[in-house]
């Protein structure tokens, strides 16, 4: 039997390093900005001054998977939306958890001036700071940091230097890279999330980190939005809608069925609506949604061994049109 183990882990900070220095010698193809803080950190703006866009969201969308995955525009099965994110990567549970997941909190200040953003990409790996690394049994070492940051506002010092002290890598050697949810590489690099929407899933319904073996998943590529919420909602509904998931587990069919079946969104209470109209509902409180309307909209399952692949859910054009402005 085949074994899954973090043992031979590569660093997702070395790995991702080649793209982000792309991303930073592509500036002006890209269509990004990059600028230096007074402490040597280097800022690519991808969406707030700088116009960004699509490819510059593509390549953003690989470094957050730690340079694990392949992230590409493909054709969608939809009538009014006929373009999609596709992802794919090998590593599925290092690239999407261990670096691609929104999971570390930097925040500093307070009122209008106060900073908050939610880090991903490899630096989180970095600090380990989660306890999703204990699990992982994952703590990646580098002298190089690269950070995501779904914000429209550059981090202050004091979080630079927060940064520093729980990585271990001076502010000179930091990469934040700037992506308002309302810009097009903000749009693509989050429906770009949809694998790891479906490893969180797997991962919320105790299924075995160790058994996934492979992934790929694909969204509608959501039109942007001006306004923060309803960017928000679009991204989300792209994944939640009609993001779709394959993974290939290890274990039985049992296992892999039972998994299939309880991962898709429409297993929700709260589904059945856009996203921004569920949030506004509950008062923008994220932890009064339903956790398991979190997850791709239709999931298949591949068990390895007995090569069954088992599906369920159910992709919601309709409501898509919706949400995305039709």
């Given at each position: 039997m085949l074994e899954m183990t973090s043992n031979h882990w590569p660093s997702v900070n070395a790995t991702a390093h080649p793209l982000v220095e792309r991303l930073v010698r592509d500036a002006r193809v890209l269509r990004v900005g990059v600028s230096r803080a007074a402490n040597g950190a280097?800022?690519?703006?991808?969406?707030?001054?700088?116009?960004?866009?699509?490819?510059?969201?593509?390549?953003?969308?690989?470094?957050?998977?730690?340079?694990?995955?392949?992230?590409?525009?493909?054709?969608?099965?939809?009538?009014?939306?006929?373009?999609?994110?596709?992802?794919?990567?090998?590593?599925?549970?290092?690239?999407?958890?261990?670096?691609?997941?929104?999971?570390?909190?930097?925040s500093h200040g307070d009122g209008k001036e106060a900073f908050f953003a939610l880090g991903s990409g490899?630096?989180?790996?970095?600090?380990?700071?989660?306890?999703?690394?204990?699990?992982?049994?994952?703590?990646?070492?580098?002298?190089?940091?690269?950070?995501?940051?779904?914000?429209?506002?550059?981090?202050?010092?004091?979080?630079?230097?927060?940064?520093?002290?729980?990585?271990g890598v001076p502010t000179d050697r930091q990469t934040y890279i700037l992506t308002p949810t309302r810009s097009l590489a903000g749009a693509t690099q989050v429906v770009s999330?949809?694998?790891?929407?479906?490893?969180?899933?797997?991962?919320?319904?105790?299924?075995?980190?160790?058994?996934?073996?492979?992934?790929?998943?694909?969204?509608?590529?959501?039109?942007?939005?001006?306004?923060?919420?309803?960017?928000?909602?679009?991204?989300?509904?792209?994944?939640?809608?009609?993001?779709?998931?394959?993974?290939?587990?290890?274990?039985?069919?049992?296992?892999?069925?039972?998994?299939?079946?309880?991962?898709?969104?429409?297993?929700?209470?709260?589904y059945g609506k856009p996203f921004a109209e569920i949030f506004k509902a509950v008062h923008y409180d994220f932890y009064k949604i339903d956790p398991a309307l979190f997850a791709p909209a239709v999931v298949s399952v591949t068990a390895y061994e007995s090569g069954h692949t088992y599906r369920a859910g159910k992709a919601n054009p309709d409501l898509l049109d919706t949400s995305f402005g039709v």
């Open positions: 280097t800022f690519v703006d991808a969406g707030v001054k700088a116009p960004g866009g699509i490819e510059a969201g593509k390549l953003i969308a690989e470094i957050c998977l730690g340079g694990l995955g392949n992230v590409s525009i493909g054709y969608a099965p939809y009538e009014r939306w006929a373009w999609q994110v596709v992802v794919g990567t090998s590593n599925p549970v290092l690239a999407c958890l261990g670096s691609q997941y929104a999971g570390w909190s930097l490899p630096g989180r790996a970095l600090a380990a700071r989660e306890e999703l690394f204990k699990e992982l049994q994952y703590k990646d070492e580098h002298d190089h940091c690269v950070l995501v940051l779904e914000t429209d506002k550059t981090p202050p010092p004091e979080v630079m230097d927060k940064v520093a002290r729980d990585t999330r949809v694998l790891e929407v479906g490893l969180h899933k797997a991962h919320t319904l105790g299924f075995p980190l160790e058994n996934i073996l492979d992934g790929m998943g694909a969204a509608p590529l959501c039109p942007p939005a001006p306004q923060f919420m309803d960017a928000m909602g679009r991204t989300n509904d792209a994944i939640l809608l009609c993001g779709e998931v394959n993974l290939v587990v290890l274990g039985s069919d049992a296992d892999a069925r039972d998994l299939a079946e309880k991962m898709p969104s429409c297993t929700s209470r709260d």
